[in-house]
């Protein structure tokens, strides 16, 4: 018997709808099932703190950000994750909805392979006092930026513990290798193979001769300082997180558990970039 839990998008109707007829068809082939939503039927619901525990997968239903909080819920525990992309550009998910089923009789004979990719351990410490400290994973980006209206973050940013250079920018974003065709992309910052264990720290509209996005060896930790009186807001994976004051730091450094990803065919990453990115010869 598995343990098989689905973590739905909760507004979209077909994700829920999906995640609870094939937990109807799992449990009547004699599997126990997890639904991480609010009014699921009671055979199911669970919250957060209770979904991890004694898991075989996490199946992501939704698109992008729903796959990184599952990604989020589970990762410090080695569960893999299935995505189905429930959604619009889904770059990390795997399957189709209507492809759900097969892939789970797939998972359950063991015919599947996982995908290990780097993650970011982010940490968080307020010397304004007025968020919590934090800790998080994360496997696409963390984002410190200006708040709404405001004026350009100034923020001095450190490799490995020694001062590296004071940033003027809207933002400042520290991205995983998966999270170099997000945000990073967008702000012409480097594409990496998924596969590769770097870290890329890229500054959005920089107003400074020095623009360019530095990539990083992972055991390089960076660490993000809010300068004078330039407050920012942090986003990690999307999710805003905390707003900070000058003199809160952001330390970023690779996670000590990787995201394991499920995958039935050998992904070839420049192909699935070209598609995704409707990307033709010339």
């Known amino acids: 018997m598995a343990v098989i839990a689905f973590v739905p998008h909760p507004l979209r109707p077909e994700a829920i709808s999906l995640a609870t007829s094939t937990a109807e068809w799992l449990e009547g ?8 939503l609010d009014g699921t039927d009671e055979r199911w619901s669970c919250d957060t703190d209770a979904l991890p525990a004694g898991l075989d997968l996490a199946v992501s239903l939704g698109g992008d950000g729903t796959m990184l909080r599952t990604v989020d819920l589970v990762c410090g525990t080695g569960v893999p994750v299935l995505g189905v992309n429930v959604g619009h550009l889904g770059y990390l998910t795997e399957v ?15 015919d599947y392979t996982l ?25 696409n980006d963390v984002v410190l930026q200006r708040m709404a209206g405001g004026h350009t973050v100034r923020v001095a940013v450190g490799v490995s513990g020694e001062p590296f250079l004071t940033y003027a920018a809207d933002s400042l974003i520290v991205a995983t290798p998966t999270g ?15 596969r590769a264990r770097v870290t890329l720290v890229t500054p959005v509209a920089a107003h400074m001769l020095f623009d360019r996005s530095l990539i990083l060896a992972p055991n390089e ?46 992904r070839h990453f420049h192909q699935i970039l070209k598609r995704k990115f409707g990307l033709t010869d010339r």
């Open 29 to 36: 082939l004699g599997h126990e099932v997890k639904i991480l």
């Open 96 to 110: 189709m909805p209507d492809e759900l089923r097969d892939s789970m009789t797939r998972f359950l004979r063991g």
């Open 180 to 194: 170099s065709t997000a945000y990073n992309l967008s702000a012409r910052g480097p594409i990496a193979s998924p």
């Open 115 to 139: 995908e290990e990719r780097m993650t970011l351990e982010v940490e968080v410490t307020a010397a304004s006092m007025e968020i919590q400290p934090l800790f998080r994973n994360c496997l």
């Open 221 to 266: 930790e960076v660490s993000l300082e809010v300068l004078d009186d330039h407050e920012a807001d942090l986003l990690v994976d999307g999710y805003e997180v905390g707003h900070l004051k000058p003199g809160d730091v952001v330390k970023c450094r690779s996670g000590a558990h990787d995201a394991r990803l499920i995958s039935f065919a050998e």
